[in-house]
């Protein structure tokens, strides 16, 4: 069982940045993939960002490609969201997610709470 927590969400300005945070429980972290969702109002949610559990691969959403970087601390059981250039098409909740499996199958089986993410002048 592996708990998620995420952290670092607030409200930004257009064209400013936030780091998003996701700890994870359990020692086994470091042999799960790792990814961040988004769900704004009103929408279904959506992949933005995943990585390998080795970190060597890692996936973004075209919308979010070349602002948004993704990575993880497997000492620290944490992955990263850094979000630059942020729009207000950004605004959503944002979600982490684990993937068991080390093996990229996409079977995110655990979920944090969520944490907001509000951009706006």
């Known amino acids: 069982q592996v708990q998620l927590v995420e952290s670092g969400g607030g409200l930004v300005q257009p064209g400013g940045s936030l780091r998003l945070s996701c700890a994870a429980s359990?020692?086994?972290?470091?042999?799960?993939?790792m990814g961040w969702f988004r769900q704004a109002p009103g929408k279904e949610r959506e992949f933005a960002a995943g990585?390998?559990?080795?970190?060597?691969?890692?996936y973004y959403a075209d919308s979010v490609k070349g602002r948004f970087i993704i990575s993880r601390d497997n000492a620290k059981n944490t992955v990263y969201l850094q979000m630059n250039s942020l729009k207000p098409e950004d605004t959503a909740v944002y979600y982490c997610?684990?993937?068991?499996?080390?093996?990229?199958?996409?079977?995110?089986?655990?979920w944090g709470q969520g944490t907001q993410v509000t951009v706006s002048s």
């Open positions: 997610a684990a993937d068991p499996s080390g093996t990229w199958t996409k079977r995110w089986d655990y």
């Open positions: 359990g020692h086994t972290f470091s042999n799960y993939d």
């Open positions: 990585i390998n559990w080795s970190g060597r691969n890692i």
